[in-house]
């Protein structure tokens, strides 16, 4: 058989249904979106090392809704949804189209709840700082998926199944919060990295559970104890980790980086699925 006959046949055998890699990002400050530090860095590396989207799909914890929505404009505004920080930052924009084609399919695929489209949004703070540095030519269509704050963990866990398939259509899809999280116990003196014991050992127990497999604990978290209060006291910032986890099958393998906690009270762990 010739070379060229082996490699016809190779490549005929590949399979036409390879999985796009599920993110979930620890964001953390808006300012990550402009400095170049070692998150940003790895967020940047991130985007060289897997394959290049066809889109991606962001499920921010920074769009909070009552019901579900994936934003559906051709040219998606870029949200300064802060206050309190440079102008620098306010002056960004990021000018990645959208797709109103694939915005259309999204509803499709999910049974557990409508889903709208919305023409007003765009990308907010939890989208744009992490994936301009990722596509910083602005040229992959990037879309937003709303969290339905009436639905609970479980209920999300199962959205995230359902768009499952868009994992084998090239399509990114990209958790964008943080898994401990709790702004009112900030402490500047460890702004730059260090965590209260509460924070460190219940991120410990968030990756014991993901590393393991086990989302169940996971999903219902307040079931975890006092500690596990202290870092998600609002859901916002950690139900995006829940999407993340509802795409994985269970033969793919997960990696943790930016395994870091920064500010006493939040960390900026990581988890790349696939």
């Known amino acids: ?7 016809r046949n190779f490549s ?3 399979s036409q ?3 796009m890699p599920a993110l979930f990002i620890g964001h953390g400050s808006p300012m990550n979106g402009i400095e170049v530090n070692e998150f940003s860095k790895s967020w940047a590396d991130l985007a060289k090392n897997i394959p290049v989207p066809k889109a991606v799909l962001v499920v921010s914890a920074h769009w909070y809704t009552h019901g579900t929505f994936v934003t559906a404009m051709d ?4 949200i300064h949804d802060f206050g309190g920080f440079p102008q620098q930052l306010f002056d960004v924009q990021y000018p990645a189209p959208g797709d109103a084609k694939l915005a259309a399919e999204i509803p499709d695929l999910i049974h557990s709840t409508n889903v709208g489209l919305d023409h007003d949004w765009g990308l907010d703070h939890g989208a744009w700082t992490v994936v301009r540095h990722m596509y910083p030519e602005a040229n992959i269509p990037v879309l937003q998926l709303s969290i339905d704050y ?3 963990p479980e209920q999300h866990y199962e959205i995230a199944k359902e768009i499952y398939a868009l994992r084998k259509k090239g399509i990114l899809v990209l958790g964008s919060g943080n898994m401990v999280h709790n702004l009112r116990m900030l402490s500047w ?3 730059n990295g260090g965590g209260y014991d509460w924070a460190i050992e219940m991120n410990d127990k968030f990756k014991s559970l993901i590393a393991n497999g086990d989302h169940k604990p996971l999903i219902n978290y307040r079931n975890l104890g006092p500690e596990a209060m202290l870092a998600i006291p609002t859901p916002e910032h950690y139900l995006p980790l829940i999407y993340t986890l509802g795409l994985k099958n269970e033969k793919e393998e997960l990696s943790f980086f930016n395994d870091k906690a920064v500010g006493g009270s939040l960390t900026m762990t990581s988890v790349q699925v696939g």
């Not at 040219?75 to 870029?78: K, V």
């Open 17 to 19: 249904t390879d999985l």
């Open 150 to 152: 009436t639905k609970s």
């Open 75 to 78: 040219f998606p505004s870029t």
């Open 12 to 14: 005929q055998g590949l």
């Open 189 to 191: 003196e460890m702004i």
């Open 1 to 7: 058989m010739s070379a060229l006959s082996q490699f």
